[in-house]
Every structure is written in structure tokens, then in C-alpha cells.
């Protein structure tokens, strides 16, 4: 059994959901965040089954495993257990997006570079950039084949920098299995956000169920119509 108390409920961090979706190679402990952020609240620690969940050979391997994780700040115990966002995705963007920027501008789009929803940024721009976040993450995938070592090149995020090295715009690939979305962000990024963990969490358990994304990492689909989106 983890070291956390067994009455406490099991949360994903905003930090852990960044690491989730960085990127596409299925780890132990990303197959474990994708598996807390497939359920509708988070467990209680003491009704976790850590055998079925994590496929762990001794118990002591899992008590490593989340300690690591509780070290890096990729989970946390809870003393009440949080919900998942119930809401339909496409209503529920505007009250989550604003926060992850500095600038509060924000736009999420699918892999086809199809706006799913945006804030903050010129209606006159939106279409580009969504057309855009496809290429750039297309290309950040393209990279990451060429240069390997993928966990030390970063997750692969790519951006418009200024003269002094800062990024105006950036785009970061949220990979969810074989599914991906990207995220393109006016002035600095705030991942650190609560409202980062829910649309995570959010997307989690609309890409075709969440199970499969956690257990094979490459079965699932996920409609691009409008209407998947407002379901």
C-alpha cells in the first residue's frame, strides 16, 4: 500500500496532468495518471486496487511507484474527493481556458487544426492558429522521431520567440493515447493551474471512453465533428 493515508482520496496535480500529456510513450506512472483521470472522482487511496491498476509484481513495487510520483508532485492525497467537470466540452472552455495564459489567451484545437474553443484572442486570428497548432505539433512529432530520446528533448512545445528568447504564442501537444489536441497559448503558460488539471482530466474521459487509453495506448479514436464536442 502507498505511503498516503488510506482515507485520504487519490488526485492527479495539475503537474501530473502536464506530464500525462507531454507525450505519447506509455510509462508506469503515466499509465497511472490516465487511469485516475478516467474516473469520474477521485478514489479513496484504501479502495484503490493497486494490482489491477498498475499490474505491479509485489506491493512494493506500487508503494515505490506513487511515492516517487507524490516526490515529484504528480500526485497528491485529497481530504474530499474532487469531481471531474460533468459539462459538455465545448461550454465548458470559456471559464477554463482564460487561466492557463498569462495574457489570458487561449485556444485549444484538434489534430485536423479544427478550433474546438478559444479566449482571448483576435477573431480575426483564431482560424490561422488553430490551422497552425496542426503543423506545429506535426512537426514537433516529426522531430522527436529524428532526434530520439524523447523524455530529454522536452515535450516537444513550439512557439513564436522574440529577440530576447521569449515565446509570443506557443503551441504544446496534449497527446491522450493515440488521440492528440493542441494547445496554443498567448505570453507565458500557466500549467500550474487548477483549471489545467480539469480540462485534462476532461479530455481524459471523452477520448473514446478512457479505458483503452490507458491500457493500450493506440485502440482509440475520437470523432472531429463540432458535435463531439457539445455532447
Request: proline share 8%; glycine share 10%; net charge negative.
Amino acid at each position: 500500500m502507498p505511503r498516503l493515508d488510506e482515507d485520504l482520496y487519490l488526485g492527479v496535480t495539475p503537474a501530473g496532468a502536464y506530464h500525462a500529456t507531454a507525450a505519447q510513450e506509455p510509462t508506469p506512472m503515466r499509465r497511472l495518471l490516465f487511469r485516475l483521470l478516467k474516473e469520474r472522482h477521485t478514489p479513496r487511496v484504501g479502495d484503490v486496487p493497486w494490482g489491477d491498476w498498475l499490474g505491479a509484481e509485489s506491493s512494493q513495487s506500487a508503494v515505490e511507484l506513487v511515492a516517487r510520483m507524490e516526490t515529484l508532485g504528480w500526485l497528491w492525497g485529497l481530504e474530499a474527493p474532487a469531481h471531474c467537470p460533468s459539462e459538455p466540452l465545448e461550454p465548458l472552455l470559456p471559464g477554463l481556458l482564460p487561466s492557463l495564459s498569462s495574457l489570458r489567451q487561449a485556444l485549444l484545437a484538434d489534430r485536423h487544426g479544427l478550433q474546438i474553443g478559444c479566449a482571448g484572442f483576435d477573431e480575426s486570428q483564431v482560424q490561422g492558429l488553430a490551422a497552425v497548432s496542426a503543423d506545429a505539433v506535426a512537426l514537433a512529432l516529426r522531430c522527436r522521431r529524428l532526434l530520439g530520446g524523447l523524455e530529454q528533448v522536452g515535450p516537444g512545445a513550439w512557439g513564436m520567440i522574440d529577440a530576447a528568447g521569449h515565446s509570443q504564442i506557443g503551441v504544446w501537444p496534449l497527446f491522450l493515447g493515440s488521440e492528440w489536441f493542441a494547445l496554443v497559448l498567448g505570453g507565458r503558460p500557466r500549467f500550474n493551474h487548477p483549471d489545467f488539471l480539469r480540462l485534462v482530466w476532461r479530455l481524459s474521459r471523452m477520448v473514446g471512453g478512457a479505458p483503452d487509453v490507458v491500457s493500450a495506448f493506440g485502440t482509440t479514436a475520437i470523432a472531429t465533428s463540432p458535435e463531439t464536442y457539445r455532447e
